[in-house]
């Protein structure tokens, strides 16, 4: 059973476009929403994260967009650089313990 | 950068070899976390700790089993490697605040 939900799994941005990915969640007991973003060979590094009493978050060039009552939030990446091609995952929490989207492979085109 | 370190980086062994994954943090973290993750698909959480002598299987099933005796060390042991348990495996720590810091894993291949 799938609790948090990544879409796309893919996606191709020309260098300067907005990236936009999207998650969605069932279980409302969750209380914390993660992105990571992870480079080949490395671990998941967090990029930005929102509580669920907040409607967006941007930090930079990344915004977290977070809808309560649809269980869907989301990741913009503005003015889009091929350093930002990486996987990216989102994340929810509950207790201690996160539970991650499928990820989404993400290339800029220079 | 978060100071986790994970050892080996890669690791190739044959079939019914018993092996030890290390993971360690400089942090004073006292939860740690193993995920096994496919390459470049999502985390899975297979055990994890909440503190010294406290050690919890995760969502995802395994064969795997974790000991946590130190604060800083939680290896993960295979007893009997199989083919199926070629994946990586990620450590992770955090303290009491929300984010938790990813090692940079071990890519194990099992033949």
């Known amino acids: 059973q799938q609790q948090v939900k990544q879409s796309p799994q893919s996606l191709i941005v020309q260098k300067g476009g907005i990236s936009i990915i999207n998650c969605a969640y069932e279980?409302?007991?969750?209380?914390?929403f993660p992105w990571y973003q992870q480079f080949p060979g490395k671990g998941p590094a967090l990029l930005i994260a929102?509580?669920?009493?907040?409607s967006e978050k941007k930090e930079g060039r990344f915004t977290i967009s977070f809808n309560k009552s649809a269980k869907q939030f989301s990741l913009h990446i503005m003015d889009s650089q091929p350093g930002d091609s990486a996987t990216y995952f989102c994340?929810?929490?509950?207790?201690?313990?996160?539970?991650f989207g499928q990820g989404t492979r993400l290339t800029i085109n220079p | 950068e978060a100071d986790i370190y994970q050892t080996p980086r890669y690791l190739v062994i044959g079939t019914g070899k018993k092996i030890t994954l290390e993971c360690s943090q400089t942090?004073?973290?006292?939860?740690m976390y193993w995920y096994q993750q496919d390459p470049g698909m999502e985390l899975h959480l297979i055990h994890y700790?909440?503190?010294?002598?406290?050690?919890e299987k995760g969502d995802l099933s395994s064969e795997s089993t974790v000991s946590r005796i130190r604060t800083e060390h939680f290896p993960l042991t295979l007893e009997s490697a199989r083919p199926s348990h070629t994946s990586q495996y990620l450590c992770?720590?955090?303290?009491?605040?929300?984010?938790?810091?990813f090692g940079p894993g071990t890519r194990l291949t099992v033949t």
């Open positions: 992770a720590s955090s303290s009491g605040s929300w984010e938790q810091y």
């Open positions: 279980n409302t007991a969750f209380d914390y």
């Open positions: 929102i509580r669920p009493d907040v």
């Open positions: 994340a929810a929490r509950k207790g201690q313990k996160l539970v």
């Open positions: 942090m004073g973290h006292d939860k």
């Open positions: 700790s909440y503190g010294v002598n406290s050690t």
